[in-house]
Nanobody, 116 residues
């Protein structure tokens, strides 16, 4: 099982980023997937951000990101995405993907820094 997140970077407040999660080693299309964030100083505390079900028919978001973030997936490419808009400094952190019960081996994450 391998998860590889990418797309992070430094962005100004109110800016946008698109994160990607490339999955391999398991039947990606059969898993409900999520994005998580690890805030600075809170190592190993990965808060849930958004989820998408395996058939891309239902998405769920943390209340604070609803309307600004969009989760999507391409099962043909075994890839999940997180489009983040109007980013806030408090959303700085390392972003990870995993399934909705965090059962997969964690990847390295991708760092997002939102400057004020």
């Amino acid at each position: 099982v391998h998860l590889m997140e990418s797309g992070g970077g430094l962005v100004q407040s109110e800016g946008s980023l698109r994160l990607s999660c490339a999955a391999s080693g398991f039947p990606f299309s059969n898993r409900d997937m999520s994005w998580y964030r690890e805030a600075p100083g809170k190592e190993r505390e990965r808060e849930w951000i958004a989820s998408i079900n395996q058939f891309d028919e239902r998405t769920d978001y943390k209340k604070s990101v609803s309307g600004r973030f969009t989760i999507s997936r391409d099962n043909a490419l075994n890839t999940m995405y997180l489009q983040m808009s109007r980013l806030k400094p408090e959303e700085t952190g390392r972003y990870y993907c995993n399934d909705v019960i965090k059962s997969l081996n964690w990847g390295q994450g991708t760092q997002v820094v939102v400057s004020s």
